[in-house]
């Protein structure tokens, strides 16, 4: 028999690869040749929710203290922390200027990377609907609708800049498979021209203001799904969406046709096609299926794949095989979409709770005590 293992180690001085086959009598090693450059794998979480938790009174605990879960997230080992923005969002308080500054102020605070997630709407944008801000859907010249987005997004980065809460990373739009902009939810087609024409837009906002604060920022295209980010980007590349650094992907077994075992193959092909670095940017898994509020749970039964059960320990152990499997696509990071969601007393637009709670980092069933899964982000995993 021939057993197979590759060997990476990150985060330190050394940085090792070898293949070593194990036969019946020998043990043959075969040297790939000079040590790969250090790569910094990015572990980290969508905390767009958290503020919000803390002024509806939820609490976190750990070793049944309770604690900041910015500071929980960082002593366990994140190093990136992403949150959304909306435009101008008339129905919450959250997720707006404010909020974000706030969430950044308490990442950095943490020495925790940030990762900066435009939406270019005022409400939730994803592969189903990219509706237009109502500050912009009156606006039929493609120009100035172009100058519109480029004005936002750079004068937003801008206050940041000044505010020296400038985001390491910034997403060109969330999870953006439809056509941004857009007046309906999606019909299924793409107007390339206008298309490219506005992502381009938010893209040279962001290098822009890298330029004038003299400081790297690295821009990301988000899509989800990596069976349609194969034929998106394609499409993109088409039509001259190129001047990007990061391809970010949502990944849910759920709604994904690529198992967790060929997830390399994808993320491969794109990374080598494209020459882009890839993260996945959002995942989830339940870690059990509790519904302790009047908030329906996205994450049921049926999310459950073969080997990895809604346990706690199985949240854990999906988390670190996703993380080995998309770093031998030559992938480089993990982001957890809103560990932090736990029910409270408040309310979202579906429901009073949560609709997440079974598929956080903490105990839904004992005052949130964080879970197994903040093992995920030890990068001795890996």
């Not at 102020?105 to 237009?132: C, R």
């Not at 302790?292 to 459950?304: E, F, K, P, R």
């Amino acid at each position: 028999m021939i057993n197979f293992k590759k060997t990476i180690i990150y985060g330190s001085a050394v940085f090792a690869s070898s293949i070593f086959y194990q036969c019946k009598q020998d043990t043959i090693i075969i040297d790939k040749g000079d040590p790969a450059p250090q790569i910094e794998l990015y572990l980290g979480a969508d905390l767009s929710y958290v503020n919000e938790m803390l002024d509806c009174g939820g609490t976190y605990q750990k070793d049944g203290n309770v604690v900041s879960p910015y500071q929980l997230f960082a002593d366990n080992g994140a190093n990136i922390i992403r949150v959304r923005l909306w435009h101008t969002p008339d129905w919450t308080q959250y997720s707006n200027f404010q909020d974000v500054k706030k969430t950044i102020t308490e990442a950095k605070a943490n020495n925790m990377k940030v990762l900066l997630d435009f939406h270019y709407s005022d409400t939730w944008a994803d592969p189903g609907k990219q509706i237009i801000p109502k500050a912009w859907a009156s606006i039929t010249d493609l120009n100035v609708l172009g100058d519109s987005l480029y004005n936002y997004t750079f004068n937003t980065l801008d206050q940041l800049l000044s505010a020296n809460l400038l985001p390491d990373f910034v997403q060109v739009g969330n999870e953006i498979n439809s056509e941004i902009l857009s007046s309906a939810p999606a019909s299924g087609s793409i107007n390339w021209g206008r298309n490219s024409f506005l992502i381009n837009q938010g893209l040279q906002a962001v290098r822009d203001i890298s330029t004038k604060a003299s400081t790297p920022i690295q821009s990301m295209l988000h899509i989800a799904q990596p069976e349609n980010a194969l034929w998106w980007f394609k499409e993109a590349t088409n039509n001259n969406i190129t001047d990007f650094d990061w391809i970010g992907l949502s990944y849910y077994p759920k709604w994904s046709s690529y198992g967790i075992d060929k997830l390399e193959i994808a993320v491969n092909n794109l990374k080598n096609t494209y020459n882009k670095r890839i993260m996945i940017v959002e995942t989830g898994y339940p870690h059990s299926f509790n519904n302790v509020d009047n908030a329906n749970i996205i994450l049921g039964q049926d999310t459950v794949i073969p080997g990895y059960p809604g346990t706690p320990d199985g949240q854990k152990d999906f988390l670190i095989k996703l993380t080995n499997s998309l770093i031998q696509g030559g992938g480089e990071g993990v982001i957890y979409w809103e560990p932090a969601w736990i029910s409270t007393g408040c309310s979202t637009l579906w429901g009073q709770g949560s609709h997440w709670e079974n598929a956080t980092f903490f105990d839904e069933l004992n005052n949130n005590e964080a879970l197994p899964a903040f093992q995920f982000f030890d990068q001795t995993n890996y």
